[in-house]
């Protein structure tokens, strides 16, 4: 007959077997799985019962008596008050109906979301005041949000290979430093092209509204531009206020100061390089107006998408030694492109872009003409980001080997994408087909001033260039490629072909990698 002590041994003995036995990996995601499923049943139900009884009891009025937001250890109880305060009942005309009540705290709980210093998602109770206050009414409810604070300080280093250039980097974000959703961005690269880049900005949420921001912030770089045979090294800072109107209407004001250097000439650097060598400073106001409609801002299958940027440098107060004009367009569109005997959403679209530019030369100062406009202004195209099939600044006018730039620029893109084999619509991977094309043109000079021109002649010169910009068929490549929409940018490895090719312009057959953020 086995002792007592012996059953304990065995069973001491089975417990350290069955640790020692390796956890069979499918098991173990099955019962995670069952558990993850039993969680989101358990929050389903509990959402479902919590918008029964919101509907139950939508029409019943109430005041809100107080709002209170938890755990928010780190932000200002003003900057707080002025999102909610004019919620309360205490501010209002009117009692709220329930339904009225959660759909305004709701409004407020999603702009503390927008400041970016709150995790999702900010959780919402409704709780009864003590019945012992005697301030209290019947109709009295009391709103708690609960939040939990985002990291303030995120330190970030890594490396980036893409558009002929590879960097280092390092980014430091303080978030909310004074508790009133303010952040601090310093950032800090050097790499093959962009040698070394130093950046600053500081922004801050005017009256606690999360879509009225102000920022000030500054930047030291130094950039190789071998296209063009010489090193651009600016130095400067800047101020900007940004503004949401009308729902989706991004607005940007601001004003720029930059000092530009070019320096580094190389020994073959053409006259025109040579020319605008040196030092050279821009005082500039700046205008930004988005309107973006897409579905997907990287690979977007339906909506459309409008840019304009005006900046207008040197004139009257502004100073300076560079004056001009400056104005860009850009749109895009998608739409989906059924197939027939796919049900839903086939994951095939055509997209199209379209970019134009103009620079016009103003009177600066004291001075009598408009001047030239320099190598740092001027507009550069082609490259995997905006004309593939071309180099970096592979198109328009050029002096012997040096891309110089030009005033007037326009270009398009038509891509139809399709989603890979055996990955599925729903994935961020396209194949993808394409034809674009454009054209880069300088500023006309009449052939009896071939030196500065009036502001007579400038105009017409300016209406002649635009009218070139229609004479001829534009440089133009096509091809095929991979596209991957990642979260922060959009990948492309591309086969392109030029089509057209002007006298002195440089394409590129074959593959070219592409990476960026708004891609023609």
């Known amino acids: 007959m086995a002792s007592p002590l012996d059953s304990e041994d065995d069973a001491v003995t089975q417990i350290f077997e069955n640790l020692q036995k390796r956890v069979d990996p499918k098991l173990q995601e099955e019962k995670s799985r069952a558990a993850n499923e039993r969680e989101r049943a358990q929050y389903e139900k509990a959402q479902r019962r919590l918008a029964e009884l919101v509907e139950t009891n939508s029409t019943l009025p109430c005041s809100i008596s107080s ?300 001075e009598a003409t408009p001047q030239p406009s320099h190598l740092n202004d001027r507009f550069q195209l082609g490259g995997p980001t905006d004309v593939r099939g071309f180099r970096l600044s592979g198109l328009g006018p050029r002096d012997g080997a040096d891309a110089v730039g030009g005033d007037v620029y326009a270009a398009g893109s038509a891509n139809l994408l399709f989603p890979l084999p055996r990955v599925g619509a729903d994935k961020p991977f396209r194949f993808q087909m394409f034809v674009n094309g454009g054209r880069l043109l300088a500023l006309k000079k009449s052939a009896e001033k071939e030196g500065s021109m009036d502001s007579r002649a400038v105009r017409r010169s300016m209406y002649s260039t635009i009218g070139e910009l229609g004479n001829g068929l534009p440089s133009m490549a096509a091809g095929f490629g991979l596209v991957y929409a990642h979260p922060v940018a959009r990948f492309e490895l591309n086969f392109s072909l030029p089509l057209v090719l002007r006298k002195g312009e440089d394409g590129r057959k074959g593959l070219q990698f592409g990476i960026g953020i708004n891609l023609l």
């Open 67 to 366: 709002i209170r937001v938890l755990n928010a250890n780190h932000t200002r109880r003003e900057f707080l008050q002025r999102i909610f305060d004019p919620i309360l009942s205490a501010n209002n005309d009117r009692p709220y109906t329930l339904a009225e009540a959660i759909r305004e705290v709701s409004i407020g709980a999603e702009k503390l979301h927008k400041f970016d210093i709150f995790h999702q998602p900010i959780s919402l109770f409704i709780d009864k005041p003590s019945k012992t206050d005697p301030s209290t009414t019947p109709t009295d409810v009391d709103i708690y949000l609960s939040v939990k604070e985002k990291s303030r300080i995120l330190l970030k280093t890594g490396t980036d290979v893409g558009n002929a250039e590879g960097s280092a980097y390092g980014n430091l974000l303080w978030r909310n430093i004074f508790g009133g959703a303010e952040t601090l961005n310093l950032n800090a690269s050097l790499g093959t092209r962009t040698r070394s880049a130093y950046q600053a900005n500081f922004e801050t949420p005017v009256l606690s509204n999360p879509d009225l921001r102000f920022e000030i912030g500054g930047l030291a770089s130094s950039t190789q531009k071998s296209w063009a045979s010489h090193e651009e090294v600016l130095k400067g800072g800047w101020t900007k206020l940004r503004f949401m109107a009308g729902g989706r209407h991004r607005h940007e004001v601001g004003y720029n100061g930059v000092w530009r250097q070019i320096t580094g000439l190389a020994s073959d650097a053409s006259p025109t390089v040579r020319a605008d060598a040196g030092d050279s400073v821009k005082s500039s106001l700046t205008h930004t107006w988005i309107n973006d409609r897409r579905d997907n801002p990287f690979l977007p299958s339906s909506g459309y998408y409008t840019k304009t940027v005006s900046e207008l440098a040197g004139w009257g107060p502004l100073q300076g030694d560079v004056a001009f004009c400056k104005s860009e367009v850009e749109m895009q569109a998608a739409t989906p492109v059924p197939i027939p005997g796919v049900g839903g959403n086939s994951g095939v679209s055509f997209t199209t872009g379209l970019r134009a530019g103009l620079l016009y030369p103003l009177t600066l100062g004291s």
